[in-house]
């Protein structure tokens, strides 16, 4: 989310109606002045070897074997009136109009025995219990695991809200309306099996652009810092040769729509997307963020949202065209999906100045998550439910790059944890530190864990 959205708190307290807000907040003020400060947290000890080793029995690695892809594109923008998600200062007001369509897009690949489901939303984030339900439903309709299936959202700040419930999401997203859940939770899922069902024989092949963005973003955090300019492509053609999917990875936050814009769009996702399936006649084009948490295009670009939309979105589709056109494909491939439920640091959350103890941030946030990767050959996915900022996603890519892999870092996927800042950044007490809830270690701890499931992929590819 943008340095607009949320409060200094981190949107998304669990509460339910408006009446509620004064007495709950009275009881929290209350336990806080009778509860010490937010205890201290290490990094969690390396994983044991009998717990590495039942995480990677969920790995069966076949040798390379033809694959099947299947891919599917479903509108989901709702009715003009419904709020937009992204910033907390609209206040949760109603929509006004719909400068662009806002989609979910579906990507099944199928290797004979293990299916792997990529989901892509014009939408901010998958809200916790929403993203819950659709894994539980696309898992029992299609009969694999959970682990096998990501949910993400583009992090476009101006798609469709109503979609959280809890007073402080209301402030981004604007009221709940269960309709509003059904009806995009029905439309996911729908997408989902309509890729399924037309699965057909593919080739395919990965190719990345180290400087592709170089120019275009920069670092909110510190106009100094480092940025990212890497994209990552996947291509599915068919057996003859025409596109069927192409999948692009880059780290930038959607915000070319501005607070005060009250009109549906996917940013400059939704722009590249529909320049790429213009360029490609009959592909769908898939857009994940990697980490983007300091991350947005360039202002200067453009002297309104709508130019700039424009030259950001055309100019990623000539660079993300570029590559599509040197990518070699070849027909065979081994998937494998697997994970684990790893315990979160204490939260370490604030209501305005006034830290909250961990002993009451547990019971507003969540104790545990899980954590999934996801592989095509050497391709991995790596979804995580939250934001990172540069400097770790960047440090993380070369970890897993030095084993030999091709990481895709799938951000705002499968829920949503707050940021991950590196301690110096913590330090700063910035909006994305105060927004990182689970502490300045939280980063470090994930690139460890997601390091120790890689490890697991690199040793049964021996």
Known sequence: MSNMEGTSQGW???GNRRPERAW??????????????CVSWRPHEASSKSELERVGQQIRLKGPVPLKVGVAKVEITPAVGTPLAGYSKRRGKPSVGIRDPLYVRALVLNDGEDILVLVSADILLFPPPLAEEILDEVSEQLKIPKRAIVLAGTHTHSGLGSIADGFLYQMVFGSYQSQIVEGLKGRVIWAVRQAFDH??????????????????IENRMDPLGGVDPAVTVLLFDSMEGRPLAILANASAHPTLMDSKAF??????PGEFCRLIEETYPGATCLFVNGAAGDLRPKGEIGSSPEERIGRFGRALAEGVTGLVNQISVKSNGDLAAWGWEIPLPPPQLHLGPIPIPSQIGRFIRPTSSDLNLLALDQVLFVPLSGEMTTGLGQDLRQKLEAQGLSPILVEYANGYLGYAVTPEQWSRRSYEA???????SFGLYLVDRVQELAGLYKEKRK
């Open 12 to 14: 998304g307290f669990e």
């Open 199 to 216: 699965q057909q024989p593919a080739r395919w092949g990965v190719g990345k652009g180290n400087l592709l963005l170089r120019g275009l």
């Open 24 to 37: 709950f907040s009275a009881i929290l003020l209350v336990a806080i002045l009778f509860v010490g400060g």
């Open 263 to 268: 009109r549906f769009s996917a940013d400059y």
């Open 434 to 440: 105060w927004m990182t809830w689970y502490g300045p």
